[in-house]
């Protein structure tokens, strides 16, 4: 065999990535897997602006269908991203036979059902290993590594963006606002930044995770997805003060036969390894049957640190095709033990609880009443300032509750004449 | 096909382990895989013993070449450890034309130059991801997830004995005498402990973990090898006062064309990952030059987790030979960059020093006078008492120093008739 032969569509940044490895790299992989890759065409919008690697003019076009229905190529990587034409192209290189590589978490989040039984349809294998936790080989590890574990638990810092907001926030005690410009002025956050901001980037890595350990792919409108911008520094303050730390975590437990997702800003303590995940790095805590508790971290981004993950996935591809395998190396399988979803009013949860109530006898008994009342019971409660008549934060920490319970007896106290501003609630993850 | 047949050799722990998962994982590797794993044979000194896994008495035997010669066996597990006869077994097997799959890291990092390469000569595969890090997928990730990285470095907490006892000396202060009696009370130590906590076992595993990265086996003679028994609570003490934690750690660095490979008590920042790595689990932070710094981290070991990865090698085999491939599904190839190994003498370090010395006039200025003298400059000092006349100790931070010359230094030094007990000295190393 001559070698296996490729289609690039997207020039950019991990696109051009990828083009350096396998320029780069070429006489390590093909000393590693015995074959030769060759890109024989990049497709990009632009084929005029200079990249940080120099490539065969001819080998450029602005079509992607000189891909897509090339007989001779055998593999295409999308690094386009988006929706559209992203999802056109992939399915189009599917029907003709070619596998994919990708890492567009966005389109295999939302659109992920068709992609996947159409590329099961046609025998070829979609991989997307750069779609999590960029050069960290989470999937890998998951589909293979950990192929005899059922698993209990996924947690996972998935944005670097909004860690390093926090990290900040919590460091510093800057405000949500001056942690995001500077996350801008460092390139660290794009110009609008909601996607990571609000956790729906986190939501879409979280999905295929999902997908990888319980074979089943979730949409974003099934799991709880909070952002962090309306976390404000005191409380962070007030929770490291009670060893607490704060992440942006993606979460996903299985119990019983339900299954809880949910993405929210989160207090964990300090003196877990997930704490010491800073700034723009992630990681990915996770828990299976017979391997207990594993933990990945690497850098969430970065040209080569995705474009490495892309390679691997061209190497496994490659290795694939000699065999003349025709169907996804690891099937994924459905974990049936699984009958639903946790709705997050029904989970349960510790939660950080702060209150501005005037500083007078009785308030506290109000307070603890209700809560009371609605089977919430404190573990612990600080009052932080003393100003006679004024409103003072009071801090709580509850024992396990229920969610709709809690939010129920925060919005009874939040009728309370005694309470100023809107009360607000953590919360807690025990690891 | 009707299935893939295997043959265990070694029904303890481990293989106990390894029977339980096919057995009850049998369908989920079944859907994923597309093949049934059929155990054909299991052969034990002992076949009379209760474990903790039922099997039809047919398939047990004491003669391991009812598997080793048996034609219709294609994957041959060898779990019983130590180098005879499992290098025996390994080496029929081979012959034979069965893979092999194996948790030995002794008898592969001693022997391996012979296997591994009659393993090649064979056209079959030795699989190993257990014998590192038990359920942690490190192997696979070298070897596939970061296939395309040439690696500058590996930082590796890989014995759970010795991580678990120094971290009960450095959190309770106890002796490592102390430390090592409740670890054997726990069952984490062995009646004979000395392969773990004078690094034999860490050694055995940073020869694998090179031998992935770098593509040189190495032997023990080869590299420095430094245990922890000469530890004392009191300079964790001292030490932690500088926010530094103690770790037995395996330190493999490319520094321009040299490699060092070393393992020893090292210093290392309170705030890093790797000092949050306590009791008995294990750690390996590699850094890649396209993936940068990648921690990965789990229990190093136990029944479930060890036979977990054993598993995930039985399945990447058994794809493997479905698809008719007689080669290693990825060679390990040689980084011709590294000329030499470099001698511990020559390495540099940073270093915690501690001096008994008498309290009196002009000590220090001897002590650092001589110091000085061999290029090694101090940043910082503290003497922790005062008894005026009486031995006290001296403790310091040097600045970046050379091995060879802090040595002759600080035998110099012990040589001073100021100077008590013979002093210590620990490496620090800045990550």
Do not use: W
């Not at 501005?356 to 609605?374: N, R």
């Not at 600080?382 to 801090?395: L, S």
């Amino acid at each position: 065999m001559k070698g296996i032969n490729i289609g690039l569509i997207g020039f950019g940044t991990v696109g051009s990535g990828v083009v350096k490895i396998l320029k780069e790299k070429k006489l390590l992989l093909k000393e590693k897997i015995g074959t030769n890759i060759i890109l024989k065409r990049i497709c990009d919008k632009d084929i005029h602006t200079k990249r940080n690697v120099s490539v065969d003019k001819d080998i450029l076009t602005t079509d992607p269908y000189k891909i897509i229905a090339d007989p001779q190529i055998d593999i295409v990587i999308e690094l386009i991203g988006g929706i559209q034409p992203a999802k056109e192209y992939i399915i189009e290189a599917l029907k003709n036979g070619k596998h994919v590589v990708t890492a567009n978490k966005a389109l295999l989040a939302q659109e992920g059902k068709e992609i996947f039984s159409l590329a099961k349809q046609h025998k070829r294998c979609i991989y997307f290993e750069a779609s999590v936790g960029a050069g960290i080989p989470i999937i890998k590890s998951i589909r293979e590594g950990l192929v005899a574990n059922r698993f209990l638990s996924i947690l996972g810092i998935l944005n670097g963006t909004s860690n390093f907001i926090l990290t900040r926030m919590s460091e510093e005690g800057c405000s949500f606002k001056e942690a995001l410009k500077e996350a801008k002025d460092k390139g660290y956050a794009e110009k609008d930044p909601s996607l990571d901001i609000e956790g729906i980037d986190t939501a879409h890595k979280l999905i295929l995770l999902v997908y990888l350990c319980y074979g089943k792919l979730f949409g974003l409108n099934d799991i709880y997805v909070e952002g962090i911008s309306h976390i404000s520094p005191q409380d962070l303050i007030y929770a490291k003060e009670m060893g607490l730390n704060i992440k942006l975590l993606a979460i996903a437990k299985k119990i019983k036969d339900e299954l809880e997702i949910r993405i929210h800003p989160t207090l964990i303590p300090q003196n877990h390894l997930l704490s010491s995940v800073r700034g723009i790095f992630n990681a990915i805590y996770i828990s299976g049957d017979l391997v207990n508790d594993l933990l990945f971290y690497g850098p969430g981004a970065g040209q080569m640190s995705a474009a490495s993950a892309v390679v691997s996935d061209l190497v496994d591809l490659t290795q694939h095709i000699k065999a003349g395998l025709f169907r996804p190396i690891m099937d994924i399988v459905e974990d049936n033990t699984i009958h639903r979803l946790r709705k997050i009013e029904n989970i349960e949860s510790r939660y950080y609880i702060r209150f501005m109530a005037i500083d007078k006898p009785g308030v506290l008994a109000k307070i603890s009443g209700l809560l009371g009342k609605y089977q919430i019971s404190i573990a612990s409660v600080t009052q932080k300032e003393r100003k006679k008549q004024k409103f003072v934060p009071i801090v709580m920490i509850t024992h396990e509750a229920r969610e709709k319970n809690l939010k129920e007896a925060i919005y009874k106290i939040s009728k309370l004449n005694v309470i100023g501003e809107e009360p607000v609630a953590i919360r807690i993850e025990e690891i």
